[in-house]
């Protein structure tokens, strides 16, 4: 991974507008989802350009340990997995997952639908995150696995002798990684599940990334109208399988797009995406932007922004680009029905709150979202934010200092966590020509 200096000074964007062209990495959530499904699979499988990231290294070092053969070359964007046919070959572990939501909760679900003691943890930040649902419906299947300090968070210890099948019940309502942790290990249950989606579904197109990864390597879900799933016994089949550019990303060059009045194009990423986060872009066309839709790219250009009332449920991993975006809108933005990014790498909606009014916006942080209403012209100012250990803060709140002259971000490295090249692809579009 880069090294970064323990904050950076964002320089304003002078000259021109961009005009600029550029390919994100590949998916994180794609990525670690076909991971764990070709770590399950029968034989080898090869992912193309596969994001290589703090969280995707921490997936495959938890894999390795667990007895998977993965050969990893960084350098081509491209992992080899050898699928275990379901059952890791290593029967004990203790797995560290730094602050790595998805290699939790898919890990977990995993390891109990195989045979061995387990015990997962991570950091401060992650034993502060919740898994209790997950550990009640896996419980619920006949494995037993619990929170080791009763709090409901990590550290997870698993005791595996398989999943039986039969009925289990998952909240909707904090995060969609339950779900798709259960769904992906339940193929190798011993007789057929039905799981059943307590309340609402938080971030549903992240299950239904899910489904389609799992269809890709072979197995087919019962979906009911993402309310109940029927998953019979089977298996996975090992394949070469494309990651996908990152949606979330990519958000941030389609925001820059927005604010600078510029022309950005995502090479990659189009139409065809099954990433909810692609539909990003339809916020900013309401806002104000062109947007040119393409099979397998996509191009935004800016113009007058004026405030928008949105519910981002689905697509929440973009929350802080909009909420960055809407500092330079006409208008108060409203952000709703994303409770649940309260509990991600930090509690988003407070920390969103806390540095957009260092900027000199009024902040109405509410339960479920947030109220933004920016300055008079001329009242945006200078601020050096912090960014709570949370890639997404940095990379959001860098785009404003590309229109606010003193904007500093503070550990600009949290952004290896998804995404290492960032500064460096952001600094690119400076002087991109545009493809």
């Known amino acids: 991974m880069p090294d970064y200096p323990a904050e950076l000074a964002i320089d304003p964007w002078t000259g021109p ?27 080898p499988s090869v992912l193309i350009d596969a994001l290589d990231s703090e969280d995707t290294r921490v997936m495959i070092d938890a894999l390795e340990k667990l007895g998977v053969a993965i050969d990893h070359d960084a350098k ?24 790595s939501g998805t290699t939790l909760r898919f890990l977990t679900a995993a390891l109990a639908a195989g045979k061995g003691s387990y015990r997962i943890d991570g950091t401060p930040r992650m034993r502060q995150r919740p898994v209790a649902d997950l550990l009640q ?6 494995a037993f696995t619990k929170s080791e300090l009763d709090t409901g968070c990590p550290p997870v210890v698993i ?11 998952v909240r909707g309502d904090v995060s969609s990684q339950f779900l798709s942790g259960l769904l992906m290990a339940l193929p190798y249950a011993r007789g057929e599940t039905v799981v059943e989606v307590e309340g609402v579904l938080v971030s549903r ?24 799933f029927i998953v019979k016994p089977g298996r996975y089949d090992s394949r070469e399988y494309a990651i996908e550019p990152d949606a979330s990303a990519a958000s941030y060059f389609f925001a820059l797009a927005a604010i600078t009045g510029g022309s950005v194009t995502v090479e990659g990423l189009g139409s065809s995406s099954i990433q909810g986060d692609v539909h990003f872009v339809d916020i900013l066309e309401h806002m104000g932007c062109a947007v040119v839709r393409e099979a397998d790219r996509t191009t935004v250009t800016g113009g007058p922004l004026r405030s928008f009332d949105v519910d981002m449920n689905a697509i929440s991993d973009t929350v802080m680009t909009l909420a960055v975006v809407a ?28 540095e957009l009014r260092k900027l000199g916006a009024d902040v109405d942080e509410q339960p479920d979202g947030l109220l933004i209403i920016p300055p008079p012209p001329g009242g945006l100012r200078p601020a050096s934010i912090a960014t709570y250990d949370d890639h997404r803060m940095a990379m959001a709140f860098a785009l404003a200092g590309l229109k606010i002259p003193g904007v500093v971000i503070q550990d600009p490295g949290c952004v290896a966590k998804t995404y290492p090249g960032f500064w460096d692809d952001l600094a690119a579009t400076r002087t991109a020509p545009t493809a």
């Open 137 to 142: 419906a896996l419980n619920g299947l006949g």
């Open 17 to 43: 507008p961009p005009a600029a062209a550029v390919r994100v990495p590949g998916s994180k959530s794609l990525t670690n989802r076909a991971l764990i499904v070709a770590a399950l699979a029968r034989g």
């Open 76 to 99: 081509a964007a491209t992992i080899r997995v050898t699928g275990c046919s379901g059952r890791f070959p290593t029967g004990e572990a203790d797995l560290y997952v730094a602050n």
């Open 327 to 354: 500092l330079f809108a006409d208008g108060v933005t409203r952000i709703r029905n994303v409770a649940h990014i309260r509990h991600k790498e930090t509690d988003r909606i407070a920390a969103l709150a806390t």
């Open 205 to 228: 197109p992240y299950v239904a990334m899910t489904l389609k990864v799992m269809r890709d390597f072979g197995f087919q879900v019962d979906n009911r109208k993402y309310k109940r």
């Open 159 to 169: 005791k595996a002798d398989g999943l039986d099948g039969g009925f289990a019940f």
